[in-house]
């Protein structure tokens, strides 16, 4: 006997989206694939423990990491000629399968005791060419069969697959290789992304994603398109500086934990789980602010998240930092959704993917450039000064945008 939904479960901004014809088709794939991919995080780095010589193994476990997001970069760069013309479902498609592919190569020379700390970088970065693209495609077929009011909803859904992905992953992925290794956590992985690959390429039709009329105008690079378009420009100046000085976290935190603290993995782990908590809520109520100004609401999350990193860089109580590191988690999710969406809105449809590419290389770059610079700042300043630095260059971005955004507006009355 079915279950009629609820009048509040039809009236949530979420309805439309997991009800949608292609979407019903997508979303599981995803929330598979979302669940590979967090439990990846910890064994890519622990296969390259394994693997790499002791006497260098923190310059590969590095190097491993990087390769895993850093080519996505350069294959947004360097690939625009050739898959510029394709459908989203496609790019999405072909990425996973790259993935599944590159992935599944790596357990399989394991097993035959053929895998080198290099060969395994090197099909790390493989895995990764055409993740800007497939990113792009996912988005741009959400703008395409969803209504614009309901482009930050969609954003949203897919967001909190990931952040529930990020909590669930990791303790699943350490029962894993406590029994089998990381290359077996890594097999997995490649199955999850076979499985998106099958979803976009067979179980999308091509008739259900709408092409957009003028696709000539789709041989402009995405970065041109980004400088036409002053709002978009301000935008992806935003998330890079964001991102980058969200970078250094990652070296800071663990070093303040450690070495301040005097604390053990545990209470690190603790700070991320409150990040992952904090994330999976935001993702939840991400799509409630599509009733509100989208250009306010992302420059203020901006803000927020800076002010709440604060109390780790100014000597307050643990419990209090892991609280507010918590709350800052549940502002991560709204702005990637934000910003996504104000692209979707922005940009010509024609232009999207191209666009979209970008703005995902210019993230995926941003991240572990903040996170090279933690290393040395580190150095100079001690974990503590780098988290304050952080905190401090977060929310002054973030001011400074507000500023412009302000100046924005008086200009146009």
Do not use: K
């Not at 995803?30 to 296969?47: E, I, Q, T």
């Not at 510029?84 to 599944?100: N, V």
């Not at 690959?197 to 008739?207: K, N, R």
């Not at 935190?253 to 991320?272: I, N």
């Amino acid at each position: 006997m079915a279950v009629e939904p609820s009048r509040e479960m039809r009236s949530s901004p979420y309805w439309s989206v997991i009800t949608h014809t292609t979407l019903r088709r997508i979303l599981p794939g995803f929330a598979v694939s979302s669940l590979g991919d967090g439990m990846a995080v910890v064994a890519v780095s622990w296969l390259a423990i394994e693997l790499a010589p002791a006497t260098h193994r923190g310059v590969w476990v590095a190097s491993a990491a990087a390769a895993y997001t850093l080519s996505g970069a350069v294959g947004a760069l360097l690939l625009g000629r050739i898959l510029r013309h394709h459908r989203p479902a496609r790019l999405a498609g072909w990425d996973a399968a790259l993935r599944a592919g590159a992935l599944g190569t790596i357990p399989v020379l394991h097993a035959v005791d053929a895998l080198g700390i290099e060969g395994y970088v090197a099909l790390l970065a493989l895995s990764s060419v055409l993740h800007s693209w497939g990113q792009a495609g996912v988005y741009t077929l959400i703008a395409r069969v969803l209504p614009e009011q309901e482009h930050l909803a969609g954003n949203a859904v897919l967001s909190g697959v990931g952040s529930i992905a990020t909590v669930v992953g990791p303790p699943l992925a350490t029962l894993l290789i406590a029994f089998a290794g990381p290359a077996t956590v890594l097999a997995v992985d490649a199955t999850t992304f076979l499985i998106l690959a099958v979803t976009f390429l067979v179980l999308v039709p091509e008739d259900a994603v709408p092409e957009p009329e003028g696709d000539t105008a789709s041989r402009t690079a995405g970065f041109a398109v980004i400088r036409r378009i002053p709002a978009l420009s301000g935008l992806l100046a935003l998330s890079f500086v964001f991102f980058l000085l969200f970078g250094p976290l990652y070296v800071a935190l663990p070093l303040h934990v450690s070495d301040d603290l005097g604390a053990s993995a545990g209470a690190l782990a603790t700070f991320y789980t409150a990040f992952g908590v904090g994330a999976v809520l935001g993702s939840v109520l991400t799509g409630f602010l599509s009733r509100l100004r989208l250009w306010p609401v992302t420059v203020g999350v901006v803000i927020g998240f800076g002010t709440l990193l604060l109390p780790l860089g100014l000597g307050a109580p643990t419990t209090v930092s892991v609280v507010c590191f918590g709350a800052a988690g549940l502002l991560w999710p709204p702005y990637a959704s934000l910003s996504t969406a104000l692209f979707q809105r922005s940009a010509p449809s024609a232009l999207l993917p191209q666009a979209l590419a970008a703005n995902s290389a210019v993230r995926v770059l941003s991240v572990p450039l903040g996170t090279a610079l933690g290393g040395p700042l580190v150095a100079v300043l001690g974990p503590v000064g780098v988290l304050r630095l952080s905190a401090f260059g977060i929310a002054t971005t973030g001011a400074v945008a507000a500023v412009a955004l302000a100046l924005r507006a008086v200009r146009r009355r």
